[in-house]
């Protein structure tokens, strides 16, 4: 129990309870099931985007990629625009395409960072613009609506052969798999292992450019998906999709517990952060509040998460501090 107190998820889980509870006495109807289903089929896509996020950042060296937005707005363009002259392509070929687009755009990341030496910051930074204006270019400016995409298209984040809509497995097994690699498999430990300490990493025979690509090609696929199952959900292609969607994944990420440093954070707290972020989206209306308030509540959370997760850090190394002197 005493471990357990100790966790970063526990304290936000709990704090997530009490954040449901507060709300729930000015809008009781927050806790019916519906609301509550309806913030995790919102949140699914976040979840998603936050896990390969959530990897690229846990491999330290200032790890993060600005270009999520720009790649799910691209993947949903171009798989949007194929469902549209192409209607006969079974669903299960445009998840492998729409998956395959995303690898290659994250891919495209990885090289730049990790065998061209390229600052991460800099090199998504400037693939946001490319991805972004990839879309533009692709598109010649023109949307993809709803009448011009096909029923099964439109239908695959909605269909519930599990009693749960399909977005919410492609979340569930996201989590679970990336929750596997990361604590059961030695590539998936080694992650954390350069994000904690690149040099020692080194020293040990961990090939730091193979882990540092890597991550950014995972975050590439999940972004590929995402981009898929965004534009079927809301049934349109836009040049627009997805903008600034990029500093919510982060967000997750830094609410849930991940180091922004790197070497540091675990795929339930991403999740956790995720939902977090979900509740504040759908409790600002739900209780009346402007929506121009709600940029400002992430960026207070945002900032908060932060400084609990520098208390919790240093209190952590001053007590191994200790350990190690006694």
């Known amino acids: 129990m005493k471990a357990l107190l100790k966790r970063r998820e526990f304290s936000l889980f709990i704090f997530i309870l009490f954040t449901v509870f507060v709300i729930s006495l000015r809008a009781p109807r927050f806790l019916e099931w519906s609301n509550l289903y309806d913030i995790l089929n919102d949140t699914a896509i976040l979840i998603m985007v936050a896990i390969g996020q959530f990897m690229v950042i846990t491999s330290g060296n200032g790890g993060i990629d600005l270009s999520v937005a720009s790649g799910i707005a691209l993947t949903g363009m171009i798989v949007g625009m194929l469902n549209q002259y192409h209607p006969e392509i079974p669903i299960g070929v445009i998840i492998l395409i729409a998956m395959f687009v995303g690898l290659i755009l994250g891919s495209f990341n990885g090289i730049l960072v990790a065998y061209a030496g390229i600052p991460p910051i800099i090199t998504t930074l400037g ?4 991805y972004r204006g990839f879309v533009f270019v692709l598109s010649k400016g023109e949307w993809v609506s709803a009448d011009e995409m096909s029923n099964s298209f439109r239908h695959l984040p909605h269909g519930t052969p599990f009693g749960v809509t399909n977005i919410i497995l492609f979340a569930i097994i996201v989590v679970v798999l990336a929750y596997i690699f990361t604590t059961r498999t030695k590539t998936g430990r080694e992650i954390y292992g350069i994000g904690g300490n690149r040099t020692a990493a080194q020293y040990v025979g961990i090939n730091i450019r193979k882990i540092s690509f890597m991550v950014y090609a995972i975050s590439g696929v999940i972004v590929g998906l995402a981009g898929l199952l965004w534009v079927s959900r809301y ?4 040049n627009d999709t997805a903008m600034g969607f990029e500093l919510q994944t982060v967000a997750a990420c830094v609410i849930g517990g991940v180091a922004i440093m790197g070497g540091s954070g675990t795929v339930p707290g991403v999740v956790l952060g995720a939902i977090f972020l979900g509740i504040i ?6 209780v009346n509040l402007s929506p121009f308030y709600q940029m400002a509540i992430q960026g207070f959370v945002i900032i908060f998460a932060i400084v609990a997760n520098t208390v919790v850090g240093r209190k952590t190394q001053a007590s191994l501090a200790r350990k190690a002197k006694v």
């Open 235 to 238: 049934a349109s292609a836009q």
């Open 281 to 286: 989206n759908n409790a600002l209306p739900v």
């Open 127 to 130: 693939t946001m613009s490319i």
